[in-house]
DNA sequence: CACCATGTTCCTTG
DNA sequence: CCAAGGAACATGGT
């Protein structure tokens, strides 16, 4: 979503300035080595792999394009303001181009930018694309004795599933989150390689869980944002199966979401629509 | 003060 | 070597 917001508002455009405020960003590059790069450079064009956004950069001085890749961590907001816009407190890299500033916020500062491809380099498949294979997800699940939350969270295993879409597909799926990987049987792990592309999609559907204009939509009501244009903007109560709802009934069968602690993370479930 | 948070990486242990 | 668990990173909300 992000990506899909950026890419024509940055797509062609030529980088002027370059500013670092937080060091441990760029990690592990030097801020001289990224500044160098950049200045001067045209962004042809953004995509994105698991996490990760992809900056296709073409440097003023090389011929070859380089990859700027970009991770929100936790907390991480990308998005253009007015150059004569206040920077937010947590401003952790501005590029400016124009009349325009490109900011990437970061509260917790667990994000990153950088010219580092090792982080992408071990990503398991797309699971929309056609790379996501059943019979390789299985094979990798019956290797693994981790309770198959936590083995979902293993960017190796499926690119790009964090702890909310874990839970939600497992909910899909009808699996208990505790049960480990490699005693899932077929008709199991077929349930759950299809809930994995049925929650990721209808995700999309629903819109972005980050602020997309950030100028305009500068008011935070729930855990959740919505692109301007989803058609289910505003729908957000009804969006999410089990996560964040401890306590509450479940949509299907109004039994109590329970929240568990995984790996140190929480995972929420129904009891009774997910059974070991 | 306590505990919680959309994520990854490093260190230790087995 | 690998797998697994936990702490660390850093800041803010409740």
Known sequence: MLVRHLRPLLRHKRISSVEVRRLRI?????????????????????RRRGKYLLFEIQPRAQKRPRIMLGHLGMTGRMYLLPKNAPLPKHA?????????????????????????????????PEPLSADFNIGDFGARLARSVQPVKVKLLDQSLVAGIGNIYACEALFRARISPGVPANRLNAERVLRLWRSIRTTLTAAIQFGSTVPLDYARTGKHGDLFYYGQTSEHAGNHEERLWVYDREGQPCRKCRTKITRIVQAARSTFYCPRCQRA
């Open 26 to 46: 760029l990690r592990p590059i030097l801020a001289n080595t990224f500044r160098r790069t950049l200045i001067g450079a045209r962004i042809v064009t953004l």
């Open 92 to 124: 952790a890299v501005v590029l400016g181009f124009g009349d325009e500033r490109f900011i990437f916020e970061d509260t917790r500062y667990f994000g990153r930018l950088t010219f580092d491809a090792a982080a992408i380099q071990d990503l398991g």
